[in-house]
């Protein structure tokens, strides 16, 4: 196996160090050998190099292997092999746009009386550990697929549904990114006491119940088998043969450290000096008792054998019929629709007013909220947030020396959330650029909003998409529109030129003409060091000059482009990028850096948002990127843009078959 060492930061290594001293102490004096560095590079890496939450997770895994006896496997034989070969569990060869390693687990090809938890639970970590090899797997995480297409309760086994969200939650080191509950029967929705689990901020976050045209929403069609609505041919048997040449038996497998008694495992823990503030296991009380309660109420709910006749019968009298949003049925209410959207994800912070929804809401909410408020009732929410006073200074951008680099004098950057730029410490003010760091959805920093670059600040504008380790560029604007100059031309137009801009060295690879919008693959050197970096330049061609586009499908082929070229940069990349797994910041920016910029932020944040909970919550983010970005979403129309693109984006997606706006009154007005 390859030697996680390389992959380090120093910091990194010593947090590893640590773990392995305290951890080869303890198995010292259980007369055990010492910890493989790889195998402590894993429980480190799974929670994110902190020392006691590690040595939690070590502890519960060791308990949990010896406890259901995952161990000594031998996938050449009965009954291992029998159920490695059922196909119920597998791990695809595709990753998720994050990196993230994507298992599946088919509910219809289990049959509890055929197979034990532990033969089934030795399929599962079998397969697991071998994943878990990957470097790739364990800095960006697993998605775990619970299929329940063509499901039977026959085949539905509530302990071990218990057993393997407890082992991959608390008991295993590998980042669990995403539970997705895939077409669950009405069997299944009735008790929905799993609710209770999203309860748990990080376990709301993470687990979700989907249809099938849903599941593209977290996943990329081309990343999911045909079975699941995407284009992947699953061959089972060709990773089952990878999974024996690995041999990963001897790695994670090794409990030689346990106490003889799994009761008294968790001395480990509990002698590093207080760290752990829950002494109880890698699950706080409220998720192991929300845990108990979600499995037991399943159970009891159905252990009446005629249980699946009457859910037949309830299954043909709601069959799940999507309404045009703004009309209704005698024989389906408001209440019900909502009450089916809710099984994708459960959040605490929706609120509701007369006039409509607030806040975070579900797709169906979200649409009659447009109903409701219309074009004129956005103008006035938008009117809400713009009368808000700014909430930080602006300091830096006013002094003298720094003026000039502003493009206008009323749009500048606020001192809290500016980039700044290396500097001499005898000049200070040369750190200054009209940037702004914006967080994305579950990702701070994800973008970097910027004006368009002046002819005197080309060399800042290369200098900081060098630092900041930028790997592509949003121009949301053409650098002449209406006979004005919206912005410089910073790089190369002609294919196979170059040229230089303080430092940097820019070099135009190649150009790539699309309907909507121009890419261009350029090469980034700095000439100090002479290294050099690809950066990928997208230009957004379509946004007439009066208004709005017409049709957000053209933004949002845009969008998912930016996003295909960040994760293939991002791959590029490799190991020598090390934090957040949608990579360093994408830099956004147009003329003066706040409408159609802001526009763009908002519409991809929000989509990160649907794709990940369900849900949608426009103002919230145009509210939140105003405060690292003054003056974001600068016209009414963009707003208002922002919201029917999203209703777009759910048609492209198929979670929506038909919208009526008819009464939306449409206006136009300038945008910038």
């Not at 380090?8 to 080869?24: A, G, H, W």
């Not at 707003?639 to 759910?650: S, T």
Request: charged share 25%; net charge negative; glycine share 6%.
């Amino acid at each position: 196996m390859e030697d996680m060492s390389c992959h380090l930061t120093p910091r990194e290594e010593q947090t590893v160090k640590e773990f392995m001293e305290i951890v080869n102490d303890l198995r010292l004096r259980r007369n055990a050998g010492p910890l493989q560095w790889n195998t402590a590079v894993k429980f480190m890496m799974a929670r994110k190099f902190e020392v006691h939450r590690a040595l939690a997770l070590y502890e519960a895994h060791e308990i949990t292997r010896f406890k259901e006896g995952l161990v000594r496997f031998d996938p050449q034989n009965n009954p291992l092999k029998k159920e490695l070969e059922t196909g119920k569990f597998t791990v695809l060869p595709t990753r998720d746009s994050t990196g993230a390693a994507i298992t599946i687990f088919t509910a219809n090809k289990h049959f509890p009386l055929n197979s034990s938890h532990q033969v089934t639970l030795q399929g599962l970590v079998y397969q697991l550990d071998v994943a878990l090899h990957s470097v790739d797997t364990q800095r960006c995480g697993i998605i775990f697929i619970y299929n329940m297409i063509g499901s039977k309760y026959v085949n539905f086994d509530y302990e071990l549904c218990q057993k393997i969200l407890s082992l991959l939650k608390g008991a295993y080191p590998a980042r669990l990114k995403k539970v997705l509950i895939v077409a669950a029967p009405m069997w299944f929705k009735a008790p929905f006491k799993i609710l209770r689990l999203f309860v748990r901020e990080k376990l709301r976050e993470r687990v979700s119940m989907v249809n099938l045209p849903q599941l593209s929403l977290h996943i990329p069609r081309g990343s999911l088998p045909w079975e699941l609505g995407g284009i992947l041919r699953l061959d089972h048997n060709a990773w089952l043969l990878h999974c024996l040449k690995t041999n990963s038996n001897g790695d994670l497998c090794d409990i030689s450290s346990i106490p003889t008694s799994p009761s008294s495992g968790m001395i480990l823990y509990q002698s590093y000096e207080g760290m752990m503030q829950n002494g109880n296991g890698p699950l706080s009380d409220g998720e192991m008792e929300d845990l108990g309660e979600l499995t037991s109420s399943v159970h009891e709910k159905h252990n009446c054998e005629e249980r699946e006749k009457e859910v037949e019968v309830v299954k043909k009298q709601n069959q799940d019929t999507m309404l045009s949003p703004c009309s209704t049925r005698a024989d389906i209410s408001v209440e019900d629709k909502l009450r089916d959207a809710s099984s994708l994800t459960s959040n605490p912070e929706r609120d509701s007013s007369k006039d409509g929804k607030k806040g975070n809401m579900l797709l169906e909410e979200f649409i009659q909220h447009l109903c409701q408020k219309g074009r004129k009732g956005l103008y006035e929410e938008y009117a809400e947030i713009k009368s808000k006073p700014l909430e930080g200074t602006f300091n830096i951008a006013k002094l003298k020396p720094n003026q000039p680099k502003n493009r206008y004098s009323d749009v500048l950057s606020y001192d809290h959330s500016r980039v700044k730029l290396t500097c001499p410490a005898d000049q200070p003010s040369l750190d200054y650029i009209n940037a702004n760091y914006v967080d994305g959805f579950q990702q701070e920093k994800a973008f970097i909003s910027t004006q368009g670059p002046l002819p005197k600040t080309f060399s800042d504008f290369w200098q900081m998409v060098w630092e900041q380790k930028s790997l592509v560029i949003v121009m949301t604007t053409r650098t002449i529109e209406r006979s004005r100059g919206k912005c410089g031309q910073y790089w190369p137009k002609q294919e196979e030129t170059s040229v230089n801009y303080g430092d940097f060295n820019i070099f135009n690879n190649g150009v790539e003409h699309f309907k909507d919008f121009i890419l261009t693959s350029l090469v980034l050197t700095d000439l100090k060091t002479e290294t050099c970096r690809e950066v990928v330049h997208l230009q957004f061609i379509s946004w007439p000059d009066y208004g709005v586009p017409h049709s957000a499908l053209a933004m949002l082929t845009f969008r998912d482009k930016v996003r295909e070229q960040q994760a293939q940069a991002l791959l590029v990349l490799g190991t020598e990028w090390k934090d957040h797994p949608r990579g360093p910041p994408i830099i956004v920016h147009c003329s003066a850096g706040i409408g159609r910029t802001g526009t763009f932020i908002t519409l991809d944040s929000c989509i990160q948002q649907l794709e990940a909970t369900g849900m949608i919550d426009v103002r919230g983010t145009v509210e939140k990127i105003r405060f690292q970005r003054a003056h974001s979403i600068q016209m009414p129309d963009q707003y208002v843009f922002c919201h029917l693109a999203l209703l777009e984006y759910a048609l492209s997606r198929g979670l929506l078959q038909d919208i009526d706006l008819s009464g939306f009154d449409d206006s136009d007005s300038e945008s910038e």
